[in-house]
């Protein structure tokens, strides 16, 4: 791991004669990526007012609007420079076929009386540019993730060289992130080696879901420096191997009152019944991506069934242990996977917790027994594998 993308001292410290670098930043038309160009101003924009219109073409005739609903220092131009994340619009200034921030948005508006916090907890993958997870042997895995007679995780929450890959990046995320202006909460190593998560909120409404939008900008800027790939795939080494969520926590004023538990406690049921439609909004595949994470194993929920747990990682929903002590508070919903799209998961949870609608998005249902198969198939392949390295 290097650092060959950083600006040169010699040009960062150069003068811009008094103008300002803002870059524009906007979620592509695939839904799940990132753009960005650059446009210089006269000036420093201190609001959002300050930000005009701008356009970009996602393909050769079409010809979008981006919006600016957000400002951010920027953290590798610095001062006075500035980061506007976006949303798209189309002819008539109406939202485009791929902007799900509009109509989040509306739902907030809708319960912004109720009050609705969120935060997540991003988790994700660091590779090498050969696309090899950063640190594993090239031609097998690394020691054993989980030790079952001692209960611990051998690279969650570690320290030291061998336990830990990627904290430089961790790191210089988290202040790439405090710098921009964004609520990030904390950071920390997670079950496979190379994989970390950050959480950021909470935070009210719609600024959860742009907040998480630019926070990943920012890491897929920073791991650029470093030559490294960020990946959020929510099972990317197949196997008796951890996966990869998004955790999102949520609460309305209700449940942070004095006696709220009651009103948690009935918001994870009725969350409970419509288990397979929320699926349809945890991942982009509507699904699919999830029914390789979700094994009840390794902190991941179950595929099959929606489960309320106190402190239990395996639940899909976990009321945390201080909470039920306070009898108010918050509760974790542990199915999105890290591949979300942050505004369909937090306007699937406020539709069906405060507004008591119905979801659109259908869910993409895989065969259980097909899918079971297949991860008995390839723990055996992992366990073959293992004992060939190790009895080469």
Known sequence: MSVNNLIPPHYLNLSTNGKVKVEYVWISVTGQTLQSKTRTFDFEPKTLEDVPIWTYCYDPIKETYLKPVGLYNDPFRLAPHKIVYCETLEKGMQPSHFNTRHRCNEVMEAVKDQHPWFGMEQEYNLLGADKHPLGWPKDGFPGPQYYPETGLFTYHLAQGTGNIMGRTIAESHYAACLFAGLKIAGINSEGLLSQWEYQIGPVEGIQLGDQVWVSRFLLHRVAEQFEVVVNFDPKIVPGDWCGAGCHTNFSTEEMRKP???????????????????HLAY?????GKDNARRMTGRFTSPPLENCVV?????????????????NGCGYFEDRRPASNCDPYLVTEAIVK????????SRAYVEEDFKKIQERLEKLEIENKELKEKVAHP
């Open 309 to 325: 747990g106190v402190m239990d990682r395996n639940a899909s929903l976990r009321v945390p242990l201080l909470v039920e002590q």
């Open 282 to 286: 945890y991942d982009p595949a509507q």
């Open 259 to 277: 006696g709220g538990l009651k009103v948690i406690l009935e918001a994870c049921e009725k969350l409970s019944t419509v288990h397979k439609e």
């Open 352 to 359: 069906t917790v405060c507004l008591n609608r119905k979801l």
